[in-house]
């Protein structure tokens, strides 16, 4: 990422599991959101959730290009300075299979437009494997025109294809013209977001609803309900009991349809009834929420949990650990947080669950988010942007 928010310039590397630590305002929602933008570029709304945010003028980098020595030192305030480069906002992502990078940056002037705010993409690129090359690259493009690889190994060029407000991966992605670009656009697609699900009074996640399956919960968890149902007719059964069990010792979870409505119940030893879920206590629906998201039946490549560990009582938080850690043998899986208990819980679990954990710890200096520890960019991962 880079020149979003705090993050200034961040390039980190994500293991099976990937815990990111760090004190309150050293940008862990910051990086949380940048990835939520790379995913929305591949469903095409990636400046529709920039404009939402107030545009660039308010997510973008708010210090100087470079900070100086002396001001480092104190010598010097941190003063305004001519700006040498064009304003860009850049994310961006590497795997073992495809890479992908987009760069944003302010509109040119239309009269009479209302869409000010609406910044405009102007450079896209894939490539095959982690580091971006020029005999690596699947497709590019520049502005309004692409050029994508084709089987011979030659490209196809499209020119005026795309409006600067479209990314190609939403755009462009043809089965028969870019394959490499319609898996990745797939890819994306498939990542998956969680955080402050609702558990208010007024939580849809209260409610009952009618219930269809549901392999994939809702991100806000108004189809609780459907989806346990799911999980225990489709998908681990065994493993959704063994998480109310562990939350909840001698409890039980089951789903009752009424006229084609489905109503969580909870049945708990010495209740003559079981507890409807608007009488849940928040910490409780939300440990139910979080066993519906995680135990999916349909696993993403991808899931990324913000915050999880928000109204859940301490005994809570073990449990939530043994799940994240079950589910990151097959998915990799991202988790922000500022518990240091669940952190230390997940450390505690990894050999046990025989999954790799990588923790990644932030922190601000002079208002840009760092990685601790990291003592220059030779010990980040290789990356390269592709140049207007």
Request: one cysteine or more; a neutral charge.
């Amino acid at each position: 990422m880079e020149n979003y928010r705090s993050l200034r310039r961040l390039v980190v590397p994500l293991g099976r599991l990937t815990v990111v630590t760090g004190a309150n305002g050293t940008g862990k929602s910051s990086l949380y959101r940048s990835l939520r933008l790379l995913a929305d570029s591949a469903r095409g709304g990636a400046i529709a959730a920039l404009a939402r945010e107030g545009g660039l003028p308010s997510t973008l980098w708010a210090g100087p290009e470079k900070t100086g020595r002396a001001v480092r030192e104190g010598r010097y305030a941190v003063e305004p300075t001519v700006r040498s480069e064009p304003v860009s906002l850049r994310l961006g992502f590497a795997g073992d299979e495809f890479g992908y990078a987009v760069d944003f940056g302010h509109p040119a002037p239309v009269r009479g437009s209302l869409f000010g705010l609406d910044p405009e993409i102007k450079r896209e690129c894939t490539w095959a494997g982690p580091v971006l090359r020029p005999a690596a690259l699947l497709s590019d493009r520049a502005g309004p025109a692409v050029r994508t690889r084709t089987a011979d190994g030659g490209w196809h060029r499209t020119q005026g294809a795309l409006r600067p407000y479209d990314s190609m991966l939403s755009e462009l992605a043809d089965p028969q013209l870019a394959p490499d670009l319609l898996a990745l656009r797939e890819l994306i697609r498939s990542w998956r977001f969680y955080d402050h699900v609702r558990t208010d009074a007024d939580a849809p996640a209260r409610t009952p609803r009618v219930g269809t399956r549901t392999p994939v919960l809702a991100a806000d968890g108004s189809d609780l309900p459907a989806a346990l149902q799911t999980i225990r007719e489709t998908g681990d059964h065994a493993a959704l009991d063994a998480a109310v069990e562990a939350a909840f010792p001698g409890s039980g979870v089951t789903v009752a349809e009424r006229d084609g409505r489905f109503e969580l119940e909870l049945h708990q030893h010495g209740l003559l009834r079981p507890l409807g879920a608007a009488e849940l206590s928040d910490g409780t629906l939300r440990y139910l929420l979080w066993t519906a998201a995680l135990l999916t039946p349909r696993p993403p490549a991808l899931m990324v949990l913000n915050e999880p560990e928000t109204s859940l009582h301490p005994d809570l938080l073990d449990p939530l650990a043994d799940l994240i850690l079950t589910v990151a043998r097959n998915t990799q899986t991202v988790v922000v947080t500022h518990a240091a208990p669940l952190a230390e819980a997940l450390a505690s679990g990894v050999h046990r669950h025989r999954v790799d954990l990588r923790t990644i710890t932030l922190l601000k200096d002079f208002g840009q988010t760092e990685v601790a520890g990291r003592e220059g960019p030779l010990d980040e991962p290789l990356w390269y942007w592709p140049k207007r």
